[in-house]
């Protein structure tokens, strides 16, 4: 089993905004590990104080064979001067991979989050 990190940054507070990122973040995120959907044990969602208006899980719920996954949200913690209007995700995800091939998935102005994978 691995770990894979994802963040993506949205330009406004709503629920089609949320949604659209979190569903993106997750293709992104299983079509550059060459995942599949049955490969996932579970997905933590986080989000930024800022973002109120939806749950990720939610949205991501609503892609084809995600209704089995185990997912949870949860709210980053509100440190002074950190990156706004960010999801963040740790996957966990059935795996033969060794952890140096590992994509993690940074998009919009999360990639600040780790320059060095990106």
Do not use: W
């Given at each position: ?26 293709s992104v995120m ?21 973002l109120n208006a ?65």
């Amino acid at each position: 089993m691995r770990g894979v990190r994802g963040a993506i940054t949205v330009d406004e507070n709503t629920e089609k905004a949320i949604g659209d990122a979190a569903r993106k973040l997750i293709s992104v995120m299983l079509s550059e590990n060459n995942f599949s959907i049955e490969d996932i044990a579970s997905i933590t969602f986080t989000v930024t104080h800022d973002l109120n208006a939806a749950f990720p899980a939610a949205a991501v719920r609503k892609l084809a064979g995600f209704s089995l996954v185990p997912m949870i949200c949860a709210l980053e913690i509100d440190v002074p001067g950190s990156l706004k209007h960010c999801i963040r995700v740790l996957m966990l995800v059935n795996t033969g991979a060794g952890q140096s091939d590992i994509k993690h998935v940074y998009l919009n102005g999360a990639a600040r989050l780790r320059p060095d994978l990106t």
